[in-house]
């Protein structure tokens, strides 16, 4: 039987997550000196081998639906927007920002009848937001930097990631509404979490434990 097999997104929540297995205690080095690799060991205090996929947020919700890997490290973020058929079990606490709402300075977004228009990178959390408010809005999917569209003349507001504030603030926008807190997520596949119960659960509750400890 293979290795239980967790996907990471790369880039930032890769270094937390290699933080985090860091602090429990596991050995990291192969995924530490990674080189081009992408299928990388990682091994328990206890000798257990788990294997670390390396990927781009979407595709962790992909590999972790399909069952090629058991669980999946991925944020908030892309789990409002692509959903799935898995368990969400532990928010892991880092990868903090929210999803907010963010028009001019100089506007009112909720000011008149005229239908307006959002550009987000995740149309489907802003349709929902919107849908939740009973707001008739067009909304425009951006792969890029969104908040050129209000500069533009392209979009009335924009729905995207916050942290800090400062790239809206530089360019002449503000946050009008906080939509929802985003984090890094861990998820597992809900047929391997029965195939692979024991093996599974051990190590959720060892992520648990010292996600609360970092937390404290």
Known sequence: MRPIRIAVTKGRLEKN????????GFDTTELS??????????YSPEGSVFEVVLA???DVITYVNHGVC???????????????????????????????????NDTDFFNGY???????????????????KGMDVRIIKIEGTVELTPLLGL?????????TGRTL????????????????????????MKLRKLEIEGFIKKVEEYTSVSAN
């Open 70 to 104: 058991d669980l999946g490290v991925v944020g908030k973020d892309t789990i409002a927007e692509y959903g799935g058929d898995f368990y969400e079990v532990v928010d892991l606490g880092f990868g903090k920002c929210r999803f907010a709402l963010a028009a001019p």
């Open 33 to 42: 000196d990674k080189g081009r690799k992408l299928i990388l060991p990682v």
């Open 17 to 24: 997550t290699l933080e985090l297995f860091d602090r429990m």
């Open 56 to 58: 781009k947020a979407a």
């Open 114 to 132: 005229a239908t307006k228009t959002v550009a987000s990178k995740y149309p489907n959390v802003a349709r929902s937001y919107f849908e939740s």
């Open 155 to 163: 979009s009335d507001a924009i729905v995207d990631l916050v942290e």
């Open 169 to 192: 603030k530089e360019n002449g926008l503000k946050v009008v509404e906080d939509i929802m807190p985003v984090s890094a997520r861990l998820i597992v596949n809900i047929a391997c």
